[in-house]
């Protein structure tokens, strides 16, 4: 049951995700005078367990906590490209209990220090929302 559950949210997830990377230039914009944390459910296009500001405030390396302008919106607007969705992956698309869902985290091994990442089913994690959320992430990495 859960693996016709996550074929049915795989195109809304899609669609979202694209809609995240499209829009998140003026959601960072909008963020600019009104702060890092977008209202409502405009939030939920990014991460719920942080700000627009993602890692400036823990100081994370290369990135300067002082960051204003330019820099800032485009700080906000790349956080935004690396976890989009985040809120609609556990609010809408997240499953209650992990044992009514499935996980499947692979590291598949390919030439030299490279690697597919694959992670499928829901996160085993809440990460920030009510919900496990759900995952869909292939892409190669290097090690």
Known sequence: MSYLLYAAYFMPNFLLVVAAY???PFLALWSMKYGPVLPGKWRWFSTLNNTLDGWI???HDGVDPHYSGVRLWWNRT?????NPCNGWQSELLGIE???QGFTVKKEIPLIQKFYVKLWLGW???KRGGNYHPY???CSIRRK
Do not use: E, H, K, L
Request: proline share 5%; glycine share 4%.
């Open 135 to 137: 995952m869909f992430q």
């Open 78 to 82: 790349c956080w935004t490209w690396r």
């Open 22 to 24: 499209i829009i998140s």
């Open 57 to 59: 405030n823990v100081f």
């Open 123 to 125: 996160n085993p994690g």
């Open 97 to 99: 209990a992990i044992d």
